[in-house]
């Protein structure tokens, strides 16, 4: 199928560990995006990556890093998580030219 | 820069009556807008989308919106809203530039009651 695909759906982890959230499209889209939508559902842009190059940053903790390997990924890796990171965090991926974004199922992150 | 105002944040309609849920937004040149919908443990789907002609645009599942630029406004509407039409609905405005990124506003609840 062809999509925004996200792994892993779920991830309980303790506060202090470091864990990643991997993002894959089989679109061919050129630019890929994070967002982080809160407990109050509130949904605010992370990162944006344009063809592996990193476009937005938006005041997020240096704790978060994203890589993009290559065009179709974009993984985020978040260092010493704190208990303020639980939320869902959703994948998107774009192709130049266009405006319209398709998202991935999202990965809901709790950290105990 | 630019923002969205959902101004409802839980909205409760009959199953059968008609919808709109509203959106303002703010933006220094002609926005993008799109409405997206988010039913409980999913993902965010796309209804529909302006960019340019029509101030009115019709959307999937019997949604249209219109945009209407004197009052910054781009309202959501459906006449006859169905029992899984019950999700959050999100209004996002996009800049242009090199990012296009998303502004989401802060969602409006829609329950459908029977």
């Known amino acids: 199928d062809t999509a925004v695909s996200q792994t892993p759906k779920y991830l309980v982890t303790q506060m202090g560990n470091d864990k990643s959230i991997k993002c894959e499209q089989n679109l061919g889209h050129d630019t890929m995006y994070w967002y982080k939508q809160d407990s109050k559902k509130f949904l605010k842009i992370m990162f944006s990556?344009?063809?592996?190059?990193?476009?937005i940053n938006e005041t997020v903790p240096n704790r978060f890093s994203p890589k993009s390997p290559d065009k179709a990924h974009l993984n985020l890796h978040i260092n010493s998580l704190e208990l303020g990171d639980s939320a869902v965090y959703f994948c998107a991926s774009r192709i130049q030219g266009h405006n319209e974004q398709f998202f991935g199922p999202g990965t809901r992150l709790t950290v105990l | 820069a630019q923002s969205v105002t959902q101004p409802d944040i839980h909205i409760t309609v009959s199953e059968g009556a008609s919808l709109e849920l509203r959106c303002n937004y703010s933006?220094?040149?002609?926005?993008?807008l799109f409405w997206y919908v988010q039913s409980p443990g999913q993902g965010l789907q796309l209804l529909l989308k302006?960019?340019?002609?029509?101030?009115l645009v019709q959307g999937i599942k019997g949604f249209e919106a219109e945009f209407k630029r004197s009052q910054s406004s781009f309202n959501l509407r459906k006449p006859s809203v169905h029992w899984s039409d019950a999700a959050e609905y999100f209004c996002a405005v996009q800049g242009g530039g090199s990012n296009y990124k998303l502004t989401f506003g802060k969602g409006t609840l829609l329950t459908v009651n029977p």
């Open positions: 302006y960019f340019s002609g029509d101030t």
């Open positions: 990556y344009n063809n592996k190059e990193l476009i």
């Open positions: 933006y220094g040149a002609t926005p993008y």
